[in-house]
């Protein structure tokens, strides 16, 4: 229901922009999340979107750098990540759920989720 792309290598300080698109049942996802996991480490928040009013909220490690749009008519949501750093080399994932919650940072939160793609940053 969830297909995750776009990632790929890039140079640091280069961008790259990932899609999740949302398929299937026509019940509409209200919590559109990014996730990482670099090797060795746990998944971690990136980024989430609230659809209803449309907040966006950040990690404190990409504010700034990494931002989320949607395209309503796609049934997308982007993840432009910009200034990429070596430490951004991670699988990204992203999630969803039907109803928001206040724990929305937490992974173990999410019942849908797309397979992930990679991003390298490297010199």
């Known amino acids: 229901q969830l297909q995750a792309s776009g990632g790929g290598s890039v140079q640091p300080g280069g961008s790259l922009r990932l899609s999740c698109e949302a398929s299937?049942?026509?019940?509409?996802?209200?919590?559109i999340v990014w996730f990482r996991q670099a090797p060795g480490k746990e998944r971690e928040f990136v980024g989430a979107?609230?659809?209803?009013?449309?907040?966006?909220y950040y990690a404190d490690s990409v504010k700034g750098r990494f931002t989320i749009s949607r395209d309503s008519g796609k049934n997308t949501v982007y993840l432009q990540m910009n200034s990429l750093k070596p430490e951004d080399t991670a699988v990204y994932y992203c999630?969803?759920?039907?109803?928001?919650?206040?724990?929305?940072?937490?992974?173990?939160?999410?019942?849908?989720w797309g397979r992930g793609t990679q991003v390298t940053v490297s010199s």
């Open positions: 299937g049942p026509t019940f509409t996802f209200t919590a």
């Open positions: 979107l609230r659809r209803g009013n449309g907040a966006t």
């Open positions: 999630a969803a759920r039907i109803n928001w919650i206040t724990d929305y940072r937490a992974a173990r939160n999410y019942e849908y």
